[in-house]
């Protein structure tokens, strides 16, 4: 790992020989994610060419043998972006973390994530023009339930992706 990358909250992904793995031994090491894609197995006994990914650290789980290019996109989204972001954009069935700039909205801090989407959609992206007077009887929840079902996804984290990108 180079000095100038945080060691903390830096995605990396943990990489083993899958001979010695057969063989009952853990032999394996840590790479910074977004280099993935110039790692170079090498393994004191050279019949042991297959090496497979164990553990994600800052970094959605994309599985034992992921594309290398898909690793090193991932890592960079996450570096980007943030790992909640990345990992509830994955988890949401999306692939193609280059679209994250056009879905992604916001992330909503409260506990109640549908009333938060309704105030946020009609306050914040003036969505809807509600007088002053009558906002007190406007069904923020409801609005923004009804939103999530059919225009935006928002996850556990209070993530919120428009589901038309």
Excluded at 7 to 29: D, H, I, S
Excluded at 95 to 109: G, H, K, M, N
Excluded at 113 to 132: A, F, S, T
Aim: proline share 4%; with cysteine.
């Amino acid at each position: 790992m180079s000095t100038n990358k945080p060691f903390m909250n830096y995605p990396r992904v943990y990489v083993a020989c899958l001979g010695c793995y057969n063989e009952g031994r853990l032999n394996g090491k840590w790479v910074d994610a977004d280099e993935y894609e110039d790692y170079t197995h090498k393994c004191k006994n050279p019949q042991h060419e297959e090496y497979a990914i164990h553990d994600y650290d800052t970094m959605p789980d994309l599985g034992e043998y992921p594309d290398a290019e898909k690793v090193v996109e991932v890592a960079e989204a996450v570096i980007e972006y943030d790992f909640t972001i990345v990992n509830d954009f994955i988890q949401w069935g999306m692939t193609d973390v280059s679209r994250i700039p056009d879905a992604f909205l916001t992330r909503l801090e409260g506990w109640n994530h549908n009333k938060e989407l309704g105030e946020y959609l009609i306050h914040e992206m003036c969505l809807m023009e509600i007088p002053d007077e009558m906002s007190y009887y406007f069904d923020y929840e409801a609005y923004g339930r009804d939103m999530s079902v059919n225009t935006f996804y928002v996850s556990d984290k209070g993530n919120v992706f428009w589901r038309e990108c």
